[in-house]
T-cell receptor, first 111, second 115 residues
């Protein structure tokens, strides 16, 4: 069993839809959680960084962490074609540790 | 803020030659930098962790004599692919962890093609 599971998609939604991206993990020692967006042939871009259970909002993005269920989510409101990318969840035990990545979910937002 | 640069963005080299890739944190200090490799449609594979002023820690299966890493300052790490072969062709990405805040920021990547 992988430490971090993420549905690879692809996920295809119409413009304006609410997108839900999810990851589950098996190691309860993970305390720091991140979401990255990666466009084709580019490096990942940090979208959200959180270390506590609950919700964190930044513009159209909301990150949700449920440590009791070992489940994290990223919600994208009012999705745009420019959101079309691969979204990677990542986590670590302490903030000085290496990141463990999910496999990434490909998202396609069509006009 | 939090910009990481990589140079070069693309490089083509002949088999047997060595290639150096630079990773710089432009507006923050990074005690730790990481080097990843990514194959098409796959996730990131961590190659090594680089700490300023000390030897890099390599992941299992990564040849340290082939992938030389130097982290000479709090803003610069280099990866040298020695005696490159076509199977080393890949997308190499570095990341830098902010010393003060803990987040990791990625560079734009370097596409290496070995002919």
């Amino acid at each position: 069993q992988k430490e971090v599971e993420q549905d690879p998609g692809p996920l295809s939604v119409p413009e304006g839809a609410i997108v839900s991206l999810n990851c589950t993990y098996s190691n309860s020692a993970f305390q720091y959680f991140m979401w990255y967006r990666q466009y084709s042939r580019k490096g990942p871009e940090l979208l959200m960084y959180t270390y506590s259970s609950g919700n964190k909002e930044d513009g159209r993005f909301t990150a949700q962490v449920d440590k009791s269920s070992k489940y994290i989510s990223l919600f994208i409101r009012d999705s745009q074609p420019s959101d079309s990318a691969t979204y990677l969840c990542a986590m670590s035990r302490v903030n000085t540790d290496k990141l463990i990545f999910g496999t990434g979910t490909r998202l396609q937002v069509f006009p | 803020g939090a910009v990481v640069s990589q140079h070069p963005s693309r490089v083509i080299c002949k088999s047997g030659t060595s290639v150096k890739i630079e990773c710089r944190s432009l507006d923050f200090q990074a005690t730790t930098m990481f080097w990843y490799r990514q194959f098409p449609k796959q996730s990131l594979m961590l190659m090594a962790t680089s700490n300023e002023g000390s030897k890099a820690t390599y992941e299992q299966g990564v040849e340290k004599d082939k992938f030389l890493i130097n982290h000479a300052s709090l803003t610069l790490s280099t990866l040298t692919v020695t005696s490159a072969h076509p199977e080393d062709s890949s997308f190499y990405i570095c990341s830098a962890r902010s010393t003060s805040r803990g987040e990791q920021y990625f560079g734009p990547g370097t596409r290496l093609t070995v002919t």
